[in-house]
């Protein structure tokens, strides 16, 4: 069986220098949206990709149903987006012989049900290994935008859909997380950014938002994050290889390692940061998702690094620990993180997303 759609033998391989952004906050950034479930969440992809797009957007041979499994990467043919996508598969469902996978479109943000393994190939083989590179949709939600009831409206949705448009937009990152930036979006058919007009018209309340807790007088103010702060990560290349310990989850289609040597150095460095972090206590005014921090835990004894994922006004605030990649509730006794040197007292993260063809994955404790 021949690849369809060769990629011709003079076609020069688009650069992958620009494709994995780290988007900072306080930044502008252009853009095309590609995906809208609502103003809380909807998917980016940067606006300078297009080539890369369609080079390891190419199929190659049909992928049989003795092969399939779930977490593999694979060109697909989408019926939302009417084109070849690279995609994850998230379920495998069999019936009376015929097998469909439900899909996630990396590149896009969007979910596919049901799609026929007749639609389904491997990425061309003159496409590796640019067509592994990471998933280019980036998940945001936009800031100081909240529903008037308990969920966005079908209205909601649509006005939003119709301010977008389907022109390069401007992303303002407001904070950012592991999973999600906060973003200001400006279009080029919206006068205003689409939070503030999605405000004005009476659709969306522009009250809320990220929070600073005061626990004198219990009132909340929305807080912009204006300041830098991040986490530096592991930089890796193709070909690298590496001697790992799993740090989280069991299933294949997603879990997370960290190099045993990098491990290893975390561990050693635990007294000199435990002792760098005592007395650093963060302000209430500083509380604000996005924001890297140190937390010491009871069970562990230690301080480990995170983020702040959600603030809640009874002075608690949700947590994401960066070295384990969990979520805890924890009262405000964190530390706070001065111009990044939390990441220089121990370096970049330590953890690693992966995918793999194996059943499943057991984490080391």
């Given at each position: 069986m021949s690849e369809l759609a060769a990629p011709s033998s003079e076609m020069t391989v688009p650069g992958m220098n620009n494709i994995i952004y780290d988007f900072m906050v306080g930044y502008d950034y252009k853009v095309d949206v590609t995906h809208i479930n609502d103003p809380k969440s909807f998917f980016v992809r940067a606006?300078?990709?297009?080539?890369?797009?369609?080079?390891?957007?190419?199929?190659?041979?049909?992928?049989?149903?003795?092969?399939?499994k779930l977490g593999q990467r694979v060109i697909y043919k989408?019926?939302?987006?009417?084109?070849?996508?690279?995609?994850?598969?998230?379920?495998?469902?069999?019936?009376?012989?015929?097998?469909?996978?439900?899909?996630?479109?990396?590149?896009?943000?969007?979910?596919?049900?049901?799609?026929?393994?007749?639609l389904i190939y491997q990425p061309h083989s003159k496409t590796e290994p640019h067509s592994q590179c990471p998933g280019m949709a980036t998940h945001c939600?936009?800031?100081?935008?909240?529903?008037?009831?308990e969920t966005f409206s079908n209205e909601v949705i649509d006005t939003m859909k119709h301010l977008v448009g389907s022109h390069t937009a401007t992303i303002n990152?407001?904070?950012?997380?592991?999973?999600?930036?906060?973003?200001?979006?400006?279009?080029?058919?919206?006068?205003?950014?689409?939070?503030?007009?999605?405000?004005?018209?009476?659709?969306?309340?522009?009250?809320?938002g990220p929070y600073t807790v005061n626990r004198l007088t219990h009132s909340t103010q929305a807080l912009k994050l204006t300041q830098t702060l991040k986490f530096k990560h592991k930089e890796l290349k193709v070909g690298d290889v590496l001697h790992v310990r799993v740090q989280s989850g069991s299933s294949a289609s997603g879990f997370y390692v960290a190099d045993i040597n990098d491990f290893k150095t975390l561990r050693r460095a635990e007294a000199s940061f435990s002792q760098y972090c005592k007395g650093r206590h963060m302000k209430d005014e500083d509380f604000v998702p996005g924001r890297p921090c140190a937390v010491k835990l009871d069970n562990l004894g230690q301080y480990e690094r995170a983020i702040i994922k959600e603030?809640?006004?009874?002075?608690?605030?949700?947590?994401?620990?960066?070295?384990?990649?969990?979520?805890?509730?924890?009262?405000?006794?964190?530390?706070?993180?001065?111009?990044?040197?939390l990441g220089d007292v121990l370096g970049p993260l330590i953890l690693v997303s992966v995918t793999s063809t194996l059943t499943t994955v057991k984490p080391q404790h």
């Open positions: 606006a300078d990709v297009d080539d890369l797009l369609k080079f390891i957007e190419r199929p190659g041979l049909k992928v049989s149903a003795s092969e399939i989408s019926n939302i987006l009417n084109r070849f996508v690279r995609g994850v598969i998230h379920q495998i469902k069999i019936k009376k012989e015929k097998v469909r996978c439900n899909m996630f479109a990396v590149d896009y943000g969007c979910r596919e049900n049901s799609v026929s393994i007749k939600r936009l800031h100081l935008c909240e529903p008037k009831g990152v407001q904070s950012k997380s592991n999973d999600q930036l906060v973003v200001e979006l400006i279009t080029v058919d919206c006068p205003r950014d689409v939070a503030t007009m999605l405000g004005l018209i009476g659709l969306t309340t522009l009250t809320k603030v809640h006004p009874n002075s608690k605030a949700v947590l994401k620990l960066v070295d384990w990649v969990y979520v805890t509730l924890l009262d405000k006794r964190m530390e706070e993180q001065y111009k990044n040197q």
